[in-house]
């Protein structure tokens, strides 16, 4: 059975941190690349941040230098550090599991449910 079950979201003020976190069934984390989506009110669901098919991290322009995703293995778990957080980072983030060496400029495959980021100025 495919889950992903994102958790981590919150209220921040701008300039604070959040730990976005997003467990997933073995069987989707073994063989799929993960990554992290988000999508503000009345605006198409955009690419963040994911692991290449080589293992390194790629990120969206936006938010390079601010955010950073890790993988725990043993814990079948991805996590979206997210600092030095703007209001324009507001949005509803959500898990996604593909599979390897697909484009993530285009939103499909395995969704979590989301998680809220607020960020207030």
């Known amino acids: 059975q495919v889950q992903l079950v994102e958790a981590g979201g919150g209220l921040v003020q701008d300039g604070g941190s959040l730990r976005l976190s997003c467990a997933a069934s073995?069987?989707?984390?073994?063989?799929?690349?993960m990554g992290w989506y988000r999508q503000a009110p009345g605006k198409q669901r955009e690419w963040v941040a994911a692991?290449?098919?080589?293992?390194?991290?790629t990120y969206t322009d936006s938010v390079k230098g601010r955010f950073t995703i890790s993988r725990d293995n043993a814990k079948n778990t991805v996590y979206l550090q997210m600092n030095s957080l703007k209001p324009e980072d507001t949005a509803v983030y959500y898990c996604?599991?593909?599979?390897?060496?697909?484009?993530?400029?285009?939103?499909?495959?395995?969704w979590g449910q989301g998680t809220q980021v607020t960020v207030s100025c």
């Open positions: 692991f290449t098919s080589d293992g390194s991290t």
């Open positions: 996604n599991a593909r599979p390897y060496g697909s484009d993530w400029s285009r939103a499909f495959g395995y």
């Open positions: 073995r069987s989707i984390f073994r063989i799929n690349a």
